[in-house]
């Protein structure tokens, strides 16, 4: 296969016609569809399913963009070797995760591996799980550390965690000195609640859809810091995973408690890259330190 055919068919799939292609590339779309037409009697199959909207891609086109995708990437990585013949090389290390691990536990997971490999660079991103998925498999992060509750075509499960939801409150709560909770005796009190794009909150959704339970927020937001500030200075509640809330329960006065409700025991942290991709070595180091990290945080959870 030519790279100039796989470049043209990578910039239909992605674009979703042959004129949005021709619009990206400067090229013509009479160019674009002979080497799509050459690509398609190289591989004996049709690449793309033709459609008065657009151009979606068949099954033999989505087995082939993966394949386009680690192809470029690992292109990508022995360029940037040849270049580090000239110096000492830099491995930068695209990394998306939930919103929860971004703000405390990969800042400090990075600070560690950089004082072993510092010439490390790191570009974080914070992503919904879907999100995350998708730039994965379509090369756009190297490695993604999110809470999922589905798998998702052309992703790898590097390491995955139970994780399940925990409620979280101030040390003087009522609740505080109890063990594992039950989901009806926390909705007594006032609660604060992510957005329905986190997986804790779809999780009590449906757990309270279940056991015929209303969830009555007294706030609702999609960023945690305002969420962590209102239950620190009331009695109300809010849920998270562990890992999200570990460095700084201590610091906040903060206590997480495990709800036993099944539903909310189904979740998973994972981490995840391209399926089939092989990984640079950076990379690679860089996900077994974070499973070693990860293991310690769960431990000291007792998951």
């Known amino acids: 296969m030519h790279g100039i055919s796989l470049k043209y068919f990578v910039a239909v799939a992605q674009a979703g016609s042959l004129s949005g292609a021709s619009k990206q590339l400067h090229v013509a779309v009479s160019a674009i569809s002979r080497q799509i037409a ?39 990585e022995v360029l940037r070797q040849i270049a580090g013949l000239q110096g000492t090389p830099h491995d930068e290390i695209r990394v998306g995760a939930s919103e929860g691990p971004a703000q405390g536990f990969l800042p400090v997971a ?8 510092p010439r490390t660079r790191f570009a974080l991103q914070v992503l919904t799980p879907p999100e995350a998925m998708r ?5 756009d992060i190297d490695v993604a550390v999110s809470f999922n509750v589905e798998p998702a ?16 409150m101030a040390e003087s709560h009522p609740l505080a000195g109890r063990g ?38 007294a706030l609702i937001s999609n960023y945690s810091p305002a969420l962590h500030g209102f239950v620190r200075n009331s009695n109300a509640v809010m849920f998270a995973g562990y890992i999200s809330v570990a460095w700084r329960l201590k610091q906040d006065g903060l206590v997480a408690r495990p709800v036993a409700n ?29 499973k070693a990290r990860i293991d310690e945080v769960e431990a000291a959870a007792g998951v």
């Open 135 to 139: 730039q994965i498999a379509g090369g």
């Open 110 to 117: 990075m600070v560690d591996f950089r004082q072993r490999y």
């Open 262 to 290: 099944a539903e909310l025991q189904s979740r998973n942290l994972q981490i995840q890259t391209m399926e089939g991709r092989l990984l640079p070595p950076g990379v690679a180091r860089f996900i077994e330190h974070l």
């Open 38 to 76: 050459r690509l398609e009697e190289e591989v004996g199959a049709p690449l793309f399913e033709r459609a008065p909207r657009g151009m979606a891609l068949s099954e033999a086109g989505r087995l082939l963009l993966a394949h386009a995708r680690r192809t470029q990437l690992e292109s990508d």
């Open 180 to 217: 594992p909770l039950h989901l009806e005796d926390v909705l007594a009190y006032p609660l604060a609640l992510t957005d329905d794009k986190s997986t804790a909150r779809r999780l009590l959704n449906r757990t309270c859809a279940l056991e015929d339970m209303q969830l009555q927020a």
């Open 153 to 168: 075509q052309g992703v790898a499960v590097a390491h995955s965690w139970r994780a399940p939801v925990y409620a979280v």
